[in-house]
């Protein structure tokens, strides 16, 4: 009788079966991840929005339905931007610069109001045909370029001159109509990317501190503005506004802590009946501990952890050095956002208008970060043709 050999483990590298996506389990992990938030982001919106739209007349569904369109759109753009080659990126970076920064600089031109209204004493929309925030576009065309420059510029990083200081200047170019919207927490946001781009590149630790000293001036005078210094007073010493403009955090607090452990159960959430302003966009982090609670902040936070974890493995494991700083910038980007939003629902940063990535109401930040995941596939799909990694 012939002995049967053993199973034992293949001596060689795994090999991953081909599902279309390329080799690896990234790609697939990070689409399972986005369809979870995403659904959970139209459940939940729903909760939150309701009661605001009946009180406005509308239908129950309306902001729930109009996010759902988006939803398509940013799903549309997820699948061309995922089997569309990443290296297009590097070539489109310039233009896809001036494009945003164009629209932009129309926002804050006087006489432009007719396309570009001022809406909560801000010009951030632009309305031509269908309403979209330029700004949003400025995060991935901040990802994009840097990521571009960077990898031209990485053997000058020596050189603050040379390496770091184009970088610098041409962030001005969207930064600065950014500020003038006003809009200090996604300039904020943009320039954090970029600078995690570059970090990621290699560039000195000593000319970022460089820069970050020459920006506190700025940043300083920008948070002495009316409202901003209010809400920075405010975060310093809670109690000294709760009727005012520490309401909105006071209130954010109030959900989280009634929702203990379990929560009070879906659609059962009192903030949303006009206590909490912005439930539905700015605070839905706070809805969600509020009728899901602990468990449910748990679990959100854990998906957030885990798209940051498959993006930046995604990263690692680029074919080239582009494609490594993309990742990083994107994953950055919505990681960041994410945790933001927590901090402010939780009281741990002055009071922003950032949401939350698919789950908050707001069409033109969705659909970005839809288009994000998609080059993140892209990336982690490795070759233009799509079908080998690097190990």
Known sequence: MTARPLDVAPAGPVEFPDAGLGRGWEAGALLILTAFLLAFGLVTLYSASAVLAMRQDLPDTFYVAKQAVAAALGTAALVVCAWLPYERWRVWAW??????????????????????????????????????????LAKIAMVVWTAALAVKKAPHFHSLGRGLLPFFVGWTVLLVPIAFQ????????????GLAVLFAAGARIAHFLFLVLLATP????????????????????????????????????????????????????????????????????????????????TVMVTLYMAVALVGFRIAARARDPFGELLAVGLTSLIAGQ?????????????????????????????VVTMVAVGMLVSVARGTPGGRTSRA
Do not use: C
């Not at 804050?108 to 929309?125: D, F, S, Y």
């Not at 700025?218 to 405010?234: K, M, P």
């Not at 809670?238 to 954010?252: E, F």
């Not at 302003?277 to 809805?287: L, R, V």
């Open 182 to 193: 006003p809009d200090l927490s996604t300039t904020v946001i943009v320039a954090a990317v």
């Open 338 to 366: 994410a945790l933001l939003h927590m901090g402010v629902a939780l009281g741990l940063v002055p009071a922003t208008g950032l949401p939350l990535p698919l789950v908050s109401y707001g069409r033109s930040n969705l």
């Open 218 to 297: 700025l940043l300083l005078d920008q948070l002495q503005a009316g409202f901003r210094r209010e809400r920075l007073e405010v975060f310093l010493n809670p109690a000294l506004d709760p009727a005012g403009t520490g309401y909105q955090i006071r209130q954010s607090l109030v959900a989280l802590g009634s929702g203990g452990i379990a929560g009070v159960g879906f659609g059962e959430g009192r903030q949303k009946f006009g206590f909490l302003p912005e439930a539905h966009n700015d605070f839905i982090f706070a809805m969600i501990g509020e009728e899901w609670g602990l468990l449910g902040v």
């Open 95 to 136: 233009p896809m610069v001036w494009v945003v920064a164009g629209m932009l600089v129309i926002l804050v031109l006087p006489g432009t109001e007719a396309i570009a209204p001022r809406v909560n004493g801000a010009r951030r929309w632009l309305r031509v045909g269908v309403s979209f925030q330029p700004s949003e």
